[in-house]
């Protein structure tokens, strides 16, 4: 269904105006496609507005599309016939227009699950019939146009309640009735009650085919919502793989740029390596002359190396005659080392002898430190009693003593 949305009257509402959508008997929505405004989706959708249409009957399955409709407006959509049924998935129903259809009859129970219906239009019909209880339960109806139809009243359209309560009235009263649609009283009773089961019938038939198509519908919209998932992902994946074709075209011109780039200095090296290839010949020029200078200076050096030899040779000998007197000086050496250690034992020994006299020495040291200091005290008396000779005597005799002593220990 191809639709253009717009808000009108403070309502979001769907437009429906391609002749070539709906062409057949009966017809099933399956899905709205168009551009929502910014925020919107089918669940905002309160408006719907079907113009230029070929459909003799009221579309189904509109309720599973648009879930919150509360205004039906169908124009010149050559619809023939709508009943209970068509209006029973739209509780919340407050506006609906009929305007230029071929309809005929508006029965009994046609709107009896729109209680809070409160505009109906059915202006430029062919309405020959009401019938008497069709408005009388819309308590809060407060607008109607009935205007070019068969059946005329004082005032066609009016839009306040107590107008709309004087029209109720006169339907009431029967002034929009139709031979065609009423039941004469010399019909069987019997008669009629068949008539209505087989109604009845048909009805049940076909309420069970519409509840299975409304299931395979039901079906058929979650498969299509999963469609619209994958082609959703789908598009994300050919955005992004957009981005990255654009990103190879930005890199591929800078591959280029530098391709360009390598070819001036693929030339620039080919210069280069002319020059090169230039400069290699006379390069190998001067190593041809190098080479034969090399070749004799090789043979001057081959005629050194056979000199070195022989000198080496008499190196050689003259290394030998010293290796063996230096081995006769290790023999030698042997010995003398022989030699010192014996004389290295009697040193020890001297050495031990030495030590204890040194010993022997420190105590007679300490001795003479304690004799000396006999003496000091000696001398001390000797200040005192210097009028005694004797003791100068001995003294002196003492002294002569220690002298002895001293000299021969």
């Known amino acids: 269904m191809d639709s253009w949305w717009q808000t009108y ?58 879930k919150n409709l509360e205004l039906i407006y169908i124009y010149n959509s050559k619809l023939i016939e709508i009943t209970s ?103 069987n009773p019997l008669i009629l009650k068949i008539k209505q089961h087989k109604q009845q019938n048909e009805n049940l038939k076909l309420k069970n085919v519409s509840n299975e198509k409304e299931q395979n519908i039901k079906k058929f919209t979650e498969e299509n919502q999963k469609l619209r998932k994958i082609i959703d ?42 020059k090169i290839l230039e400069i290699s010949e006379k390069l190998f020029e001067k190593l041809e002359k190098q080479e034969i200078k090399s070749q004799n200076d090789f043979i001057k050096l081959s005629a050194d190396q056979t000199k070195l030899l022989e000198k080496n040779d008499q190196i050689f000998e003259t290394i030998l005659k010293h290796e063996n007197e230096f081995q006769d000086n290790c023999k030698k050496f042997s010995v003398d080392q022989g030699k010192l250690s014996t004389n290295y034992e009697s040193l020890n020994n001297q050495f031990s002898n030495f030590t204890l006299l040194v010993d022997e020495l420190m105590k007679k040291e300490d001795q003479l430190k304690v004799a000396n200091i006999n003496l000091d005290q000696c001398d001390a008396k000797i200040r005192k009693k210097s009028a005694n000779d004797e003791l100068e005597k001995q003294i002196d005799e003492f002294f002569k003593k220690f002298n002895d002593k001293t000299k021969n220990p």
Do not use: W
Not at 238 to 256: A, D, V
Not at 263 to 272: A, G, I, L, P, V
């Open 9 to 66: 009257r403070n309502e979001y509402q769907c437009v429906v105006q391609n002749k070539e959508v709906f062409d057949g008997n009966r017809v099933t929505i399956e899905k709205a496609e168009g551009n929502h405004e910014s925020g919107k989706s089918d669940d905002d959708v309160k408006f719907f507005y079907l113009t230029g249409a070929n459909l003799k009957y009221f579309p189904r399955n509109l309720e599973y599309v648009f």
């Open 85 to 187: 049924e068509d209006l029973k998935p739209f509780p919340k129903l407050k506006y609906f227009k009929l305007y230029e259809n071929p309809i005929e009859v508006i029965r009994e129970n046609l709107f009896i699950n729109n209680p809070d219906l409160e505009v109906l239009y059915l202006l430029s019909n062919k309405i020959n019939h009401i019938d008497p209880k069709a408005l009388s339960h819309l308590n809060k109806l407060r607008a109607i146009d009935l205007n070019d139809n068969v059946c005329k009243f004082d005032k066609d359209q009016v839009e306040t309640r107590s107008e709309v309560l004087e029209i109720i009235k006169k339907i009431e009263q029967g002034q929009c009735l139709s031979p065609k649609y009423t039941t004469t009283t010399t019909e």
């Open 233 to 274: 992902d789908q598009e994300k994946i050919l955005k992004e793989h957009k981005t990255k074709i654009e990103e190879m075209t930005q890199n591929n011109q800078e591959i280029k740029d530098k391709f360009k780039n390598f070819e001036t200095k693929n030339e620039e090296m080919e210069k280069n390596v002319e």
